[in-house]
T-cell receptor
Framework: RKEVEQDPGPFNVPEGATVAFNCTYSNSASQSFFWYRQDCRKEPKLLMSVYSSGNEDGRFTAQLNRASQYISLLIRDSKLSDSATYLCVVINQGGKLIFGQGTELSVKP | EAQVTQNPRYLITVTGKKLTVTCSQNMNHEYMSWYRQDPGLGLRQIYYSMNVEVTDKGDVPEGYKVSRKEKRNFPLILESPSPNQTSLYFC?????????????????FGPGTRLTVL
């Protein structure tokens, strides 16, 4: 079993839709969690950190469920420019970054 | 402008011909690392460096070497490239490494190097 797993998609949604991604992690001692965005095989860039209390940044909401060992990313009112691959990143207890495979999102007009 | 640069951006080479991919950052970051990205496998860490003259193996170090003689540079060396090293490579840096080898600060990635080994 992979340490961090994501549904690779692709998720094809119309503009304005709400879309949610989940990411599960196997190591219960994992300490920090992030969502990165990657466009067309360009470099990944930090989208947002994920805190235990949940956090929101505009149309994006990230949540952590430690009991079930998953994190989620919710995108509301999706835009064409949201089309990208979203990478889940977990830092394990040893301080190592583990990347998920990424979930591809395609927002259509 | 704060950035991580990599060169070359694209490279096609043949089996066995030594090559070096350079990586440089201008943010005075202590922590630097190399990843490769392959379809279905995500980003996998090759090597990382906590500081000058300190390097450690990541998940997939076989066939690669690195060096960290200066804080800003972290070249990736393929002494004898093979076709299974065909991949997209990213260098990354960040400012707060933990002594255990990881970090919680944002990683800044270079633009990537697409390598094809024939």
């Amino acid at each position: 079993r992979k340490e961090v797993e994501q549904d690779p998609g692709p998720f094809n949604v119309p503009e304005g839709a709400t879309v949610a991604f989940n990411c599960t992690y196997s190591n219960s001692a994992s300490q920090s969690f992030f969502w990165y965005r990657q466009d067309c095989r360009k470099e990944p860039k930090l989208l947002m950190s994920v805190y235990s209390s949940g956090n929101e940044d505009g149309r994006f909401t990230a949540q952590l469920n430690r009991a079930s060992q998953y994190i989620s990313l919710l995108i509301r009112d999706s835009k064409l420019s949201d089309s990208a691959t979203y990478l889940c990143v977990v830092i394990n207890q040893g301080g190592k970054l583990i990347f998920g495979q990424g979930t591809e999102l395609s927002v259509k007009p | 402008e704060a950035q991580v640069t990599q060169n070359p951006r694209y490279l096609i080479t043949v089996t066995g011909k030594k090559l070096t991919v350079t990586c440089s950052q201008n943010m005075n970051h202590e922590y630097m690392s190399w990843y490769r990205q392959d379809p279905g496998l995500g980003l996998r860490q090759i090597y990382y460096s906590m500081n000058v003259e300190v390097t450690d193996k990541g998940d997939v170090p076989e066939g690669y070497k690195v060096s960290r003689k200066e804080k800003r540079n972290f070249p990736l060396i393929l002494e004898s490239p093979s076709p299974n090293q065909t991949s997209l490579y990213f260098c990354a840096s960040s400012s707060h490494p933990r002594t255990s080898g990881g970090h919680t600060d944002t990683q800044y990635f270079g633009p990537g190097t697409r390598l094809t080994v024939l």
